[in-house]
């Protein structure tokens, strides 16, 4: 299992591409809460997003192990992150991507130099896609987040929350495949164990919860239909899942509505733009009742890239 050191470790690895991101206070955010309440500003991570981190954390050891080429399959922030981080290490990288993917995002893809291959529409055809790539090519498939560098990079967003915020009492992350969440609750629980670490998912998209009830790995149907896409995974990591039984404190859900309305809220109030992945967290904070009152709460704000051809539609809510 991954441990503190792996975390404070990829730290030194990553330190010079990562940014320490803000903390932001609302003030507004506080007194609707009745909390406390910051912002982990990952959604002003260099390309947009945490994924930045783990990537970084997994490529240069790739390097150093001789690797002259990286693939990813993936059309959203980890592409974008393996990408520019191969640019940065002047390895070359191909991100497979569906045959749908949206313009916006292949063009991020390609202004960090990554080369394109689309394939199907499912991960199911595009990472078998990817790993073949990288044999066929002496090359080094990076995985979004079941691999031990990815969690240890994700972690160190731990890391600079215990010491941005001081006594924080309540960290809420959002969980896809479980890296972030994973890498968190290791930096987290090994570090100031008396910290509370809710993971929350989307109704559609509960394929953790699922698993945790069930104590074993368990598929989910219909993750497709999220917004929240950077949380469409369809099951917890093998290696991420046992991290998050041994050390999440509780893992909650939200509806599709409640993520629109916390990314109006944050628009509206606090003049962010974050993506439906990252809006969940605040989703949790603003409508459900966890007890959170007088403490310190940190909510993740895990990515920024929204295709703002899109943004009116996903900040568009019925009843208003
Ligand atoms: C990937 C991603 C997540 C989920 O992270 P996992 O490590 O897969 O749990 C959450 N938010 C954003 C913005 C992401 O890109």
Redo the contacts with the bound molecule.
């Keep these: 299992m991954v441990q503190l050191e792996d975390v404070l470790r990829a730290r030194g690895r990553i330190v010079d591409t990562v940014k320490t991101t803000p903390i932001l206070k609302s003030r507004q955010l506080s007194e609707k809460v009745g909390a406390q309440v910051f912002i982990k500003s ?2 002003l991570q260099t390309t947009g ?3 930045i981190r ?1 990537a970084t954390n997994r490529v240069i050891q790739a390097k150093e192990e001789g690797a002259k080429f990286v693939t990813a399959a993936s059309s ?3 592409g974008q992150a393996v990408a520019y981080i191969a640019n940065q290490l002047e390895i070359p990288a191909t991100i497979v991507v569906p045959t749908d993917a949206s313009e916006s995002k292949v063009s991020a893809i390609k202004q960090y130099n990554g080369s394109i291959e689309y394939c199907g529409t499912t991960s199911a055809e595009r990472i078998p896609r990817a790993k073949e790539l990288a044999t066929e090519l002496d090359g080094v498939f990076i995985p ?2 079941d691999h031990p560098d ?1 969690i240890a990079g ?1 972690g160190t967003v731990g890391l600079e929350i215990l010491e941005q915020v001081e006594e924080v009492d309540t960290v809420i992350v ?10 968190v609750l290791t930096a987290i629980k090994e570090k100031k164990p008396s910290v509370r670490v809710i993971g929350v998912e989307p109704e559609l998209g509960n394929d953790t919860q699922v698993s945790l009830e069930k104590g074993v790995v368990t598929p989910a149907d219909g993750t497709d239909q999220t917004i ?1 896409d ?2 469409r ?1 369809t099951q917890p990591g093998d290696l ?1 899942f046992p991290i998050l039984q041994k050390y999440l404190d509780d893992l909650v859900l939200v509806s599709e509505e409640e993520i629109r309305y916390a990314i109006r809220f944050v628009m509206e109030r606090i003049k962010q733009i974050i ?1 439906p ?2 809006a969940t967290t605040v989703a949790v904070a603003l409508y459900r009742d966890l007890g959170l009152q007088k403490d310190k709460v940190v909510c993740i704000s ?2 920024g ?1 929204v295709d703002l051809n899109k943004l009116s539609d996903l900040i568009n809510v019925v009843g208003e």
């Design positions: 990952e959604h997003s945490f994924k783990g959203g922030n980890h979004p987040y990815i994700q959002p969980v896809g495949g479980g890296g972030l969440s994973s890498g929240a950077g949380l995974t991420t993506e992945s990252s895990s990515g890239n």
